[in-house]
């Protein structure tokens, strides 16, 4: 069962200089770029930079005055959805359709960190559907716009943290049990992975999969969590981490670099081939996860 499931060999990445240094991008007129998380942090260090090299951004964010503020930076319209309501995902979805007719680049970069488990109102536990489930929704939503668009990339933003998790089809929302905050989070970012690694392998030939882990990144993020709070924040934080715009960086790069086909189903830890969790070249455990999750969300499989 452990097939290995990226169709590139991780050997072969390589970083894109331009934008691994923080120099300039390629221009990106004519190309249209979808960002969730949007609202702070990489999500917004990166329509920025994608602004700045002339691609048409939409900025997909849950805060509406953030989000609304960023728009309006970029001469843009927001778009809205809280990840924790799969309604507001599908509205989302529906606008971004209206909006874009086609669609270049497809930035996967919401996600969230919360101490105590809970419930949202989609009956599902909140890491798993902000982190995978929503974007997992939020992706086979947009597909078939991306496949009709030549050369698009969906590029997920996952964690180091991956490594610390294990999927079990069984228990996705983690209700056996005591709730451990981290390793759930971990979980989610392997989903990210072997989400990415199966996109890859159904939307081979039309278009690219790629995941990274950014590296720690002193923003908001973890928020809600004790352990997340102390890390990044000072003092620790000035020693631990890097900005949101060197966080986004491995994004951009993702993104311009002019060979995606060496990159599709891997995963990079920030320009570099990364070792995810041994699940993650789990092929069937990568299939069983995308079934649960589009019977979870009402979408074919």
Known sequence: MAERAASADPGEVSSTPSTSSGGALPRLEGRTVVVSGASSGIGAAAARRFAAAGATVVPLGRDPQRTGALAAELGVEPVLA??????????????????????DVLANNAGGTFPQRTTTVDGH????????????LLTALLRERLEATPGARVITTSSRANSFGRVDLDDLDST????????????????????????????????????FHPGVV????GA???????????????????????????LLALATRPDPETVDGAYLDRFAPGRPNRQADDVALARGLWERSAAMVGVPA
């Not at 536990?125 to 997992?136: D, R, S």
């Not at 809600?224 to 960086?249: K, M, N």
């Open 82 to 103: 809280d990840f924790t309501r799969l309604d507001d995902v599908r509205r989302a979805a529906s606008e971004v359709l209206e909006r874009c007719e086609r669609i």
């Open 125 to 136: 536990e909140k890491t798993f559907q902000v982190n995978h489930l929503a974007t997992f």
């Open 176 to 211: 056996a049990g005591a709730y451990r905050s981290f390793k759930v989070y971990g979980t989610t970012k392997l989903e990210n992975v072997l989400f990415t690694r199966e996109l890859s392998r159904r939307i081979g030939g039309t278009a690219t999969a790629s995941c």
């Open 218 to 221: 002193g923003t908001a993020f």
């Open 224 to 250: 809600d969590s004790p352990l997340f709070r102390v890390l990044y924040s000072p003092p620790l934080s000035r020693v631990l981490t890097i900005t949101a715009e060197e966080g986004a960086a491995p």
